[in-house]
């Protein structure tokens, strides 16, 4: 059977994305996959390096996509299909180019754990997320931007002659354009995906990758991998080598057999073939493989404890199995950044597929044995000689240019292409992309002048990268040029000029609440929390007398109410943070942030039976962070009494 390449449509029970977070990112990422000090001391040399390089100052220019609630209702959703006579490939181009699905035609196996529903979660960097699949992690530590964003997608030749899907953006944490290319040869039972990440910049950039592919969890389920040794993060910030596979009186090559959510990035050496396997107790399951460039591998394990389960309820509906992720990356760990010189790119092959091993073998106490007896079956299904000619010939049509297209990404590759005169053989970012955000920064770029928009509105995205400063330095001054500008000299690490251009731009200001928010936030960093309570009530003020209504405006209410109530309780000043929640839109007053904070005034304002009531009354919080406590650590100030089931989301032992 030819391998064939499909349009088709997926039916979901979805939650709508909702509009992203107008507020500009100005915070760090919030240190979830920060690393103590303490563990730091006494890493390997080339660890130590990566871990202190280039970490992130901000998210900028990614937006906040927290816009989206729980209430799902059946959606169809545009899928591209590869199939041949042994694998069904199921892609969604327009969600960030996951793999879907990845069916076993032979046996009507699937590979993957498959969620039935589409619910974001706040996992990826900069909120919106959902789990299941594989999905391509780019940018910097987290789950990337663009989770749930479109990716370009069309067909190209593939190297034996038959047709292969590529995808391809542009990642705009670091600028950094990258492709993947999903190939399932005729009469393969592999599907390979080749990946390329270029630096067409004359500076070296920092690199982040990793391959995330979760997989049915259960009590038969072990995860396989030729080391011997792992670095164990969990939630409490700490990293330690620990061996492989029991740890504490646990096989923890089992994903229940840890209690906490933890992470396990398995020491592969360098003599070893790269690759990691899910293996359930018949011994049959999904195998990843890759070349040499791809070294690092890693088991993500929700745990058994309540907090996990809790989890795993979250991101699906009820009655649906858990899943664990394996996963395979540039670097021993996440924690790590890997320097691409100007110029320069990264490349390589994965392979993925089924995978049979003797079971007693492979559930076996002796774990040499058992990752013997898997390597030995890759070795049988997929040589590693065979692996590394198929990369040879993919990276031969690397550069083909692509075909008919099958979906569309952003404009924003094509802006920074026309701007720096970029040729990028294989991934073009045409003109035709360019859009309604891209169309300011377009006339900055070709007048100097950053256009007043039409009518009064939220501000658009902003851009950060020093060129785009440089032209926002040299642009005429007016309220919004001196608001984009501060933005731009933020993210740089220029705090004093920041705030000087948005005091510069307040004054002749009509519009002034984002720039007044601006300032409040350099004030609560500064450790001036009075002063940006000031700040933030005169900008909500000013929103509320301003808002049009409409989504974009009610998207800008609720990220700065809910900033703003938080100043004034961090503050201490109860009757402002009330005055706060009197001027909200009763919608607003409903959502699960809101509930909570809700929660917080009344116990500050004395009112502890009340607050307690808003938490059993009940309400649920969207987009609740990863790792975020904030629940229990208010029920603790409420009562005595244990945090109740539905708000247990814990992920780290107490204390």
């Given amino acids: 059977m030819a391998t064939t390449v499909r349009r088709a ?17 100005l915070r760090a990422p919030d240190g979830v996959h920060a690393l103590d000090e303490r563990s730091r001391q006494g890493l390997p040399r080339d660890m130590a ?106 067909l190209v030749p593939a190297p034996d002659g038959g047709v292969m899907v590529r995808l391809w953006e542009w990642e705009r944490l670091r600028d950094l354009p990258f492709q993947v290319d999903l190939w399932l040869p005729e009469d393969s039972e592999f599907l390979y995906v080749g990946v390329r990440v270029r630096n067409p910049h004359e500076r070296p950039a920092p690199v982040y990758w990793w391959s995330n592919i979760a997989v049915p969890e259960d009590h038969g389920t072990r995860v396989l991998a030729p080391a011997d040794e792992a670095w164990h993060y969990g939630y409490e910030r700490s990293l330690r080598r620990v061996p492989v596979p029991t740890w504490q009186d646990a096989d923890r090559t089992y994903p229940l057999g840890s209690t906490y959510p933890a992470d396990f990035f398995y020491e592969v050496q360098e003599e070893r073939r790269p690759w990691i396997a899910a293996l359930d107790a018949e011994g049959r399951g999904l195998v990843q493989a890759s070349t040499a460039r791809l070294r690092g591998r890693k088991l993500f394990v929700w745990g058994a404890g309540q ?78 000689d065979a692996l590394d000619a198929a990369h040879r010939q993919w ?27 970029l040729t990028l053989p294989g991934t073009p970012f045409e003109e035709s992309t360019l859009g309604e955000e891209q169309e300011p920064w377009l006339r900055l770029w070709r007048t100097g002048v950053l256009p007043t928009p039409p009518e009064v509105a939220p501000p658009g995205p ?25 933005v731009a000299q933020w993210h740089a690490g220029d705090v004093a000029q920041a705030v000087r251009s948005w005091e510069r731009g307040l004054a002749p200001a009509s519009s002034r609440w984002p720039l007044l928010r601006c300032l409040a936030v350099a004030d609560a960093l500064a450790g001036a929390p009075e002063r940006a309570a000031d700040r933030y009530a005169e900008a909500f003020d000013d929103l509320a007398r301003e808002s049009r209504g409409g989504e974009s405006w009610t998207a800008a209410e609720s990220a700065l109410g809910r900033e703003a109530m938080a100043a004034q309780l961090a503050a201490g000043r109860w009757a402002e943070a009330r005055a706060v929640w009197d001027r909200l839109r009763p919608a ?30 009940g309400f649920e919080i969207p987009d609740l962070r990863e790792g975020e406590e904030t629940l229990a650590e208010v029920w603790a100030a409420l009562t005595d009494r244990p945090l109740p089931a539905a708000y247990d989301f814990r992920m780290r032992p107490p204390g």
């Fill in 9 to 25: 449509q997926l039916t979901l029970d979805a939650a709508p994305l909702g509009p992203d977070n107008p507020l500009p990112a």
């Fill in 49 to 154: 390096r990566q871990v202190g390089y280039e970490p992130l100052r901000s998210l900028l220019p990614a937006r906040i996509r927290d816009g989206y609630g729980r209430e799902r209702a059946e959606r169809r959703v545009e899928t591209v299909v590869l199939e041949n006579a042994h694998l069904r490939v199921t892609v969604l181009p327009g969600l960030g180019g996951r793999i879907h699905s990845l069916l076993h035609l032979p046996t009507g196996r699937e590979l993957l754990y498959r969620n039935p529903v589409f619910q974001p979660a706040n996992f990826a960097l900069n909120g919106a997320w959902y789990s299941g699949g594989v999905e391509w992690n780019i940018g910097a530590t987290g789950h990337t931007t663009l989770s749930c964003a479109p990716l370009h997608a069309a």
């Fill in 307 to 384: 907090g996990g389960r809790r989890w795993q309820e979250w991101l699906t509906e009820p009655g649906t199995g858990g899943y664990a992720e394996i996963q395979a990356g540039l670097a021993r760990t996440q924690l790590e950044h890997v320097r691409l010189e100007a110029g320069g790119e990264f490349s390589w092959l994965e392979a993925y597929g089924p995978l049979a091993a003797d079971p007693v073998t492979v559930h076996g106490a002796d774990w040499a044995a058992a990752r013997g007896a898997t390597a030995a079956a890759l070795d049988k299904a997929l040589p590693a």
């Fill in 395 to 421: 990276r031969g049509a690397a550069d083909t240019a692509p075909g008919e297209r099958l979906a569309t990404g952003s404009g924003w590759g094509a802006l920074e292409v026309l701007r720096g005169g």
């Fill in 462 to 486: 902003a851009l950060v990268a020093p060129h785009w400063r440089d032209m926002l330095e040299t642009a005429p001054a007016d309220p919004l040029t001196e608001y984009h500008l501060g």
């Fill in 588 to 617: 607003l007053r409903e959502q699960g942030r809101f509930r909570l904070l809700a929660a917080r005034l009344l116990a500050a304002e004395g009112h502890v039976g009340a607050a307690r009531r808003v938490f059993e009354d």
